[in-house]
């Protein structure tokens, strides 16, 4: 459960008003981005009691971008570069140069990602005091966004013809292909448009009563809406290029080299498939909720906490995506498609991998234009016009009813002369759920109306122990079990299918939910020893366990449906998981240090982790998903009279982030270890004027992950951004 709480007016003494304004630049957009925002708060002593008032408004965009180059999975060729057939999907081939096959990649690509963001918000706050021993309050907020962009998408087939009289290269005592000199190479480019909007509305009431000097009661109610909607258009562009190079493994990332070939040409690029899209979702909560506190004098028991929790969430999906091809017959200089060209922002990786720096890409603003959109569905043959019907298979409804009920007591006693305190309880937690949908027969593609219903209950209990050793010395120990749901997008079976591409490729894609996946329970035990050795100064050291049940993770399998291969995205339960590690914490300000340098210290933390995923019987085990091994923090900051800064380093060590099982590489998706460095810097001008200057990922650390071998079986290079922010806030 987390609690979040807005500010509210009896938070301060009496008038205040606050504004702050932060503007924001984003090296891969190029554009800088304000962040505003402003409260205005009163409270009022009366005859009936004190009232208090507070609303606060805020406002900010993002100009976004993310380049990214992929690569695509392996499979054995010829040393010719023709594909031979039988291989089992998931099983890695050897990588021997005897062998009488190769391993290249049939496909790489690139996204260019970017867009506008806009994100509005409002929160008010009323409070009621009639008396000096309760407060009610009545809570409204207002969230919205608006977004606009594309995802254009750049897909080529590294398999084609070699050019003649070269061969491949290979990787030094290997069989797997590093270089590649191609002719007559498909390319597919693409716009994949969308506009979305949000809406969610949030009102809450309650009352916080000391209904004596024992006890203190706390009960709200709380109500939720949110809508979704999203146009979301896919064209795709084709043609043939006449060279292609590839390496597919330079500085950890694959290398297209196209020649003299501009890709930003209308020379040969024919329209291919288009995906008409959209989405409807609506979502609602109800919640209620009581919490006491009862002060007793029972030995070394001192209070009772206890309550209730009741919620009731649905959520609803509608949406469709037709598609359509009648690939290569229509020009893109084509007369009706007048408007269309666009082409991507240009620096494309720069710096970082040889690639195409800028594509032709379809006019996101044209797609998203009602008429052109006509037009497009007349192209490639769809029998209506305007927004097409949403699609009944793809129907989705929840609703998840929760009911628990928690008690525990803090105890404080003295054992062997030490001061000793904690706390002992259990939380009982009752769960329906119903689920309407449809589920795809996997072998005719027929889907048929669904319901599934489930029920549970379980008991979770905490623990906690905390003994003052000396002044300065305090140990701890923790213990808990916890619940996690899984997310209702995820128990959507509604399966989302890209077909293969006539004469390209031989596998579709697709992702979709499982809705038969199990809540995960986690066993939490925690040990540790603090040492606050000087003022502002602390080392730290815990050792932890964690145990999961029901672990969910995402694989991608092939799957048949309806006689047609996919490359299936989705969410499974993979058995148990289980870790064990220690963290220490170290902070340190010294006071014997020069005047001017008064202020300065560290903070730092190192964390090591150690576990596996135990799946079903009879599978082997296997790593953590997305955990590191190691990780670390290291803070230098610097605070003084009115100026503070720090400069920050995070850091973590390679870790698995899922498992693929379509190709001939092995299956396990291993994410480089990556580390960013943030600055932050502030200036009290008065005691009610700040200003603020802020660098995020100043040396431009990219993100890299491989198949099992960063050499032989890279996968992703993501570029993430650097951006500067500068700020002012005022209150009075």
């Not at 759920?433 to 599934?452: C, E, H, R």
């Not at 400069?647 to 998706?669: H, L, Q, T």
């Not at 600055?679 to 603020?692: A, E, F, G, H």
Request: aromatic letters at 12%; glycine letters at 8%.
């Amino acid at each position: 459960v987390v609690n979040v709480r807005m500010r509210r007016a009896f938070d301060f003494d009496g008038f205040k008003t606050a504004v702050a304004v932060k503007g924001t630049y984003n090296d891969q957009s190029e554009k800088t981005d304000p962040n505003l925002s402003a409260l205005v708060s009163n409270r009022w002593d009366t005859s009936a009691g004190e009232f208090g008032a507070l609303l606060n408004v805020a406002y900010m965009e993002s100009n976004y971008r993310e380049e990214a180059v992929w690569g695509g999975g392996f499979f054995p060729y010829t040393e010719t570069g023709t594909p031979i057939p039988g291989y089992t999907p998931g099983e890695a081939l050897d990588t021997s140069p005897e062998n009488d096959y190769v391993l290249m990649r049939d496909a790489a690509g690139a996204w260019d990602r970017y867009g506008l963001n806009k994100r509005p918000a409002v929160n008010v706050s009323l409070q009621w005091a009639p008396s000096d021993s309760l407060e009610t309050y009545f809570d409204m907020s207002y969230q919205g966004y608006e977004g606009k962009g594309n995802m254009s998408f750049l897909f080529t087939r590294t398999d084609a013809q070699q050019k003649p009289g070269t061969s491949y290269t290979y990787h030094p005592g290997t069989n797997v292909v590093k270089t590649a000199e191609t002719v007559n190479a498909f390319l597919l480019t693409s716009t994949q448009a969308y506009e979305a909007e949000t809406d969610s509305m949030q009102y809450t009431t309650g009352a916080n009563w000391d209904v004596n000097e024992k006890l203190n009661v706390k009960a709200d109610l709380n109500y939720q809406k949110s809508t979704f909607d999203n146009t979301g258009l896919i064209l795709d562009l084709f043609s043939i290029k006449p060279t292609l190079n590839v390496d597919f493994n330079q500085n950890g990332a694959v290398s297209l080299d196209y020649g003299t070939e501009k890709l930003n040409d209308t020379a040969g690029v024919a329209l291919g498939t288009f995906f008409d899209g959209w989405t409807h979702s609506e979502g609602t909560a109800y919640a209620a909720k009581v919490d006491a506190d009862y002060l007793v004098d029972l030995g070394p028991i001192e209070k009772f906490e206890f309550g209730m929790r009741y919620s009731s969430r649905n959520a609803e999906n509608q949406d469709v995506q037709n598609s359509g091809c009648r690939c290569w017959e229509t020009a893109v200089t084509d007369p009706r498609l007048d408007g269309i060209l666009d082409y991507t922002p240009g620096k494309f990786m720069d710096g970082e991998v040889t690639f195409p720096r800028q594509w032709l890409t379809p006019s996101v603003d044209w797609m998203l234009n009602a008429q052109n959109q006509d037009t497009l569905r007349s192209i490639v043959g769809f029998n209506y016009t305007g927004r097409p019907a949403y699609d009944p298979t793809r129907y989705f409804d929840i609703t998840e009813d929760t009911t628990a009920l928690y008690g525990q007591f803090h105890y404080a006693l003295e054992l062997v002369g030490k001061a000793v305190d904690g706390v002992v309880g259990a939380r009982v937690v009752s769960t329906s759920s119903d689920l309407k949908s449809f589920q795809i027969d996997g072998d005719t593609g027929v889907a048929t109306p669904t319901t599934q219903n489930s029920d549970d209950t379980v008991v979770l209990p905490n623990a906690s122990f905390r003994i003052s050793l000396t002044d300065t010395l305090t140990g701890r120990i923790n213990a808990s079990q916890t619940l996690t749901r899984p997310a209702f997008a995820d128990l959507n079976p509604a399966l989302t299918l890209r077909a293969p591409i006539a004469g390209q490729i031989n596998q579709g894609t697709g992702s979709g939910g499982n809705p038969a996946l199990e809540p995960i329970v986690a066993t939490n035990m925690d040990i540790a020893l603090e040492w606050y050795f000087a003022e502002d100064s602390a080392l730290t050291g815990t050792i932890f366990n964690r145990n999961f049940t029901d672990t969910i993770v995402r694989k991608t399998t092939i799957v048949d449906i309806g006689g047609v291969p996919y490359r299936l995205d989705r969410p499974e339960n993979s058995g148990e998981s289980d870790y064990t590690g220690y963290e220490i914490g170290f902070q340190y300000f010294p006071d014997n240090l020069p005047a001017v340098l008064q202020g300065l210290g560290i903070q730092s933390s190192y964390t090591y982790i150690d576990g596996e995923l135990k799946p079903e019987a009879g599978a082997e085990k296997t790593d953590l998903f997305n955990v590191s091994k190691r990780s670390y923090s290291a803070a230098l900051a610097y605070e003084k009279e009115r100026f503070g800064a720090r400069i920050s380093y995070v850091y973590r060590d390679a870790f698995k982030g899922g498992e693929n099982y379509c190709c001939s590489m092995p299956v396990e998706i291993m994410a480089q270890d990556y580390g960013s460095t943030d600055v932050s810097m502030s200036y009290n001008v008065t005691d009610d004027i700040v200003l603020t200057l802020d660098a995020t990922n100043i040396f431009g650390d990219n993100f890299q992950d491989y198949f099992g071998d960063a050499t032989l079986f890279n996968r992703d290079t993501v570029r993430f951004a650097k951006t500067v922010s500068a700020g002012i806030r005022a209150s009075f």
